[in-house]
């Protein structure tokens, strides 16, 4: 009976996690124009959160961090480069499977994103939090794996949640020993 408790304590621990991206992306999700372009997107619509014997994983695109942080071409050396690379990239794995098509269409985009964009950045839509002093090999480690880093709200709910299952548990190892 233990199994079945916990079982339904991550299911709904999951589904706790669900509703709260998605309560984030509609808060956070909208572009400079104003228009939220998150909410059917391929990084929403392909995010997964699934549980197996005592734990919850958020399974999410790796660039989840920049669409969180935006992006801004200064931090990065031979940014222009590394951003039209990985433009070819992504054309090559979701559009074309031809070179010539992928370059041309990652210099379309590359010409809209840096040369038409004064600014050089993309603004921030915070829908997971991703703390900025972590180091790449930080954050694959222990620091990236933490769910209530990336979503604040989820200590409350795990506290209080922790709290009842614990319950829970003992009442039923007490039915266990004292049953005669």
Do not use: C
């Not at 009976?1 to 589904?15: I, N």
């Not at 699934?50 to 935006?70: E, H, K, Q, R």
């Not at 921030?124 to 930080?138: C, I, S, V, Y």
Request: aromatic share 12%; proline share 3%.
């Amino acid at each position: 009976m233990e199994k079945k408790v916990l079982d339904d304590a991550l299911k709904e621990l999951s589904e706790f996690i669900k509703k709260t991206i998605a309560d984030r992306v509609q808060q956070y999700g909208k572009n400079r124009k104003g228009k939220n372009t998150l909410v059917n997107s391929d990084l929403i619509n392909n995010m997964k959160v699934t549980t197996s014997n005592d734990s919850v994983s958020l399974i999410i695109a790796d660039y989840w961090m920049y669409v969180s942080t935006g992006w801004e071409f200064k931090k990065f050396r031979s940014p222009e480069r590394g951003l039209f690379d990985a433009l070819v990239n992504w054309a090559l794995k979701k559009v074309t499977s031809n070179n010539e098509e992928a370059y041309r269409l990652a210099s379309t985009l590359y010409t809209k994103m840096i040369k038409d964009n004064p600014h050089r950045t993309i603004p921030a839509r915070p829908f997971l939090k991703f703390n900025a002093d972590d180091d790449d090999d930080d954050y694959k480690g222990e620091k990236g794996g933490n769910l209530t880093l990336m979503v604040p709200e989820l200590q409350t709910y795990i506290d209080k949640w922790f709290g009842e299952l614990f319950d829970k548990i003992t009442k039923e190892l007490d039915k266990y020993f004292n049953a005669a």
